[in-house]
Nanobody, 128 residues
Framework: EAPLVESGGGSVQAGESLRLTCVASGYAFGVACMGWFRQVPGKEREAVATIFNGGVGTYYADSVKGRFTISQDNAKKVLLLQMNSLEVEDTAMYYC?????????????????????WGQGTQVTVSS
């Protein structure tokens, strides 16, 4: 069983919204830090939004602040990313990630190499 499974990607027009969902299996949930990363060909995977300890702390990339919201439903073992006012620059493969013991870095500047669990990715394409 895959530890993290994403869904919700798709193709939309600029200004529209999408909601990404990540369902975690038992051992990939209950970790300290979960989040969403994105990657475009030829570039490094970058953190979009992360959540620490169920919401004690959050991190958002400057480019998505005010437009994206990350949330976690512990009962359903689900991580969500609500993406509003999408821009062409948001086009990327989006990945759900989890890190069992990550604390301060989780909400102060997370990097992909600190996360040990990854989903397979879901494509988001925004056209003008």
């Amino acid at each position: 069983e895959a530890p993290l499974v994403e869904s919700g990607g798709g193709s939309v027009q600029a200004g529209e919204s999408l909601r990404l969902t990540c369902v975690a299996s038992g051992y990939a949930f209950g970790v300290a830090c979960m989040g969403w990363f994105r990657q475009v060909p030829g570039k490094e995977r970058e953190a979009v939004a992360t959540i620490f300890n169920g919401g004690v702390g959050t991190y958002y990339a400057d480019s998505v602040k005010g437009r994206f919201t990350i949330s976690q439903d512990n009962a359903k073992k689900v991580l969500l990313l609500q993406m509003n006012s999408l821009e062409v620059e948001d086009t990327a493969m989006y990945y759900c990630a989890a890190a069992r013991y990550l604390a301060l870095e989780c909400y102060s500047g997370p990097t992909a190499r600190s996360f040990g669990y990854w989903g397979q990715g879901t494509q988001v394409t925004v056209s003008s």
